[in-house]
């Protein structure tokens, strides 16, 4: 594998804590004449969440595609991790990609593959982790998102809702420092949703992930954006309503018409006027 | 109506470049690391041991029919004896090359194609890119192996069984005896030959793979688009496999002959 030219330090510093990991500069794509994103600009800062919102078709999943480099834009600037990737070749993407994880709407589950090799896929082929430790990893994930009796089936052989499971647990696998979530809770029960939701809340707070949230589902949305995982004064894990400043790590962006429509916070969000965004939130 | 000209050898010339920017993919993947070996011997099964009923089956009926026929005429000259000559020669330079292709067109280059469409439909291309995978490394790379190394492999069971076809008409339909049917067989065999059915197959294995692969990662507009893809292939790869017989033979005649 490639990597990139080694980073000093004070641009290694200049990239931690508090810094952007993800910077769109008004990109622009068109699928042949179709103009789906025009002039998007947003930045991620480390450890914060963004929770895009639009319509069915209004460029989402094109968002994300553009950040992993799966897409290329045709106009603007795309920066992630600290490493310009619009333009990049796919062999120095795949570095990039190195720290990113991607939940995919359809879940893209290799049929070939069971749920294990499915989970442990990037750990096991790209990766030198020893296969002990993969299986050991892989256990635990699975564990964690309730399919550890699943293991050895295979994708076609699970519900819908179990397939999207085990996508986010293939995402997480490799702990990425940044996810991108694609509908993680879309048809999933309200329990297992809040399971999901939980998990992204708690990788965002206690293993500094940044994450991209797409969803329809509002209701998860909030969740993720007002709440905050802490210790207890057990030392137990707990997810609880975050104060504001935590509140304020959120942002959502509404998409419409190729364009943002709405950037801001959870009770900004609440508290608009705009027609389009009041039907869009009832 | 010149527009329509215009775009449809565009779309071709297009074709043609991004199929050929895939082979020069593959062959960066066979000469340098990350290797998936596994995915290698996967495929060498899928493609090899998965494609022996129907090359055997083939083979078979193509040496027994050719003997009954080729009977037919010898006997206008009464050269029935000479019957083996004429089926290891016509099974080993041309017959068990074509056929054998063209049933890998329809099993091997239609399954690639199906399986890489649906892969990239699904977003399960996109998924192996964004874990780190090349999907040409992963998926081309292997089936291109195997298809290259199996196709003279098969060729050569084809060829065999063939022999064997006819072999059972000429004892038991045409009457010849046994070891006469041998030495003509032996006889009807030149190195040339055994040189040019041998080295057929390899070509012919590529193409088809490599069509396969390309025409299924260019697959898209969802299942409908599968369906496409594995009927384009299967068409072009077997278009691809008489149109390459023509031209390897050409120059294999030049180089052996
Ligand atoms: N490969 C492609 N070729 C042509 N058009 C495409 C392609 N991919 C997406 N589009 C178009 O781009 C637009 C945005 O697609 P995208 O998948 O980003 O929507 P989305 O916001 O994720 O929608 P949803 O909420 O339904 O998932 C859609 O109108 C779609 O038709
Ligand atoms: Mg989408």
Redesign the pocket.
């Known amino acids: 594998m490639v990597l990139a030219a080694p980073r000093s330090a004070p641009l290694e510093e200049a990239l931690g804590e508090g810094s952007p990991i993800v910077v769109l500069d008004r990109v622009s794509l068109a699928?042949?004449d179709?103009v789906?994103l025009k002039n998007i600009s947003f930045t991620l800062l480390k450890g914060h969440t963004k929770i895009i919102l639009?319509?069915?078709?209004?460029?989402?999943?094109?968002?994300l595609?553009l950040i992993l480099g799966l897409l290329k834009p045709d106009a603007g600037v795309i920066w992630v991790n600290g490493e310009r990737v619009d333009g990049m070749t796919e062999l120095e993407m795949m570095k990039v990609r190195a720290d990113l994880g991607m939940v995919f709407?359809e879940g893209a589950l290799f049929d070939s593959l069971t749920v294990a090799e499915n989970v442990g896929y990037k750990l096991f082929e790209e990766s030198d982790m020893p296969r002990a430790d993969v299986r050991q990893r892989v256990d635990e994930i699975l564990g964690f998102i309730g399919l550890d009796d699943h293991v050895d089936r295979t994708p076609a052989e699970l519900s819908g809702g179990q397939r999207r499971r085990v996508a986010i647990a293939r995402a997480m696998a490799a702990k990425p420092r940044l996810l991108l979530y694609?509908?993680p809770t879309t048809g999933l029960d309200p329990i297992t949703a809040i399971t999901v939701d939980n998990e992204i809340v708690k990788l965002r707070d206690i293993e500094n992930v940044s994450s991209i949230l797409?969803t329809?589902q509002l209701r998860d949305a909030f969740f993720v954006a007002t709440h905050e995982a802490v210790h207890d004064a057990a030392g137990r894990l707990q997810v609880v309503p975050a104060g504001l400043d935590k509140a304020e790590e959120a942002e959502f962006i509404m998409?419409k018409d190729g364009e943002i429509a709405f950037e801001g916070h959870a009770a900004e969000l609440r508290a608009t006027s705009d027609s389009y965004l009041k039907t869009f939130l009832s | 109506m010149t527009a329509l000209v215009v775009s449809l050898v565009k779309s071709g010339l297009l074709e043609i470049q991004e199929y050929m920017r895939l082979q020069g993919q593959t062959m960066r993947g066979i000469v340098s690391r990350p290797f998936y070996f596994r995915d290698v011997v996967e495929q060498f099964e899928e493609i090899g041991i998965g494609s022996l009923t129907v090359v055997l089956l083939t083979g078979f009926f193509t040496g027994a029919v050719l003997a009954l026929q080729t009977g037919i005429t010898l006997d206008q000259f009464g050269a029935r004896p000479f019957v083996g000559r004429l089926i290891s020669a016509s099974m080993i330079k041309e017959l068990g090359p074509v056929l054998t292709g063209l049933m890998l067109a329809g099993r091997v280059g239609s399954g690639i194609a199906a399986e890489l469409g649906s892969m990239v439909v699904t977003d399960q291309i996109n998924a192996l890119r964004a874990l780190g995978t090349d999907p040409v490394r992963k998926l081309v790379v292997p089936r291109v192996l195997a298809g290259v190394f199996m196709a003279p492999v098969l060729t050569v069971v084809a060829n065999t069984v063939g022999i064997i076809g006819g072999w059972l008409i000429a004892v038991y339909q045409l009457r010849v005896a046994s070891s006469l049917y041998w030495t003509s067989v032996v006889e009807g065999l030149f190195l040339q030959d055994a040189w040019m059915g041998l080295i057929k197959p390899f070509f012919l294995g590529f193409a088809i793979v490599t069509i396969g692969c390309h025409v299924g990662l260019r697959t898209?507009g969802g299942t409908q688009g599968v369906g496409r893809s594995t009927t384009n292939a299967v068409v072009a790869s077997s278009v691809a496999v008489i149109a390459v017989d023509f031209f390897v033979t050409r120059v294999l005649i030049t180089l052996l002959y």
């Open positions: 699928f042949d179709k789906i639009g319509a069915s078709g209004s460029g989402k999943s094109t968002i595609k709407q694609d509908e797409v329809h998409l | 898209h």
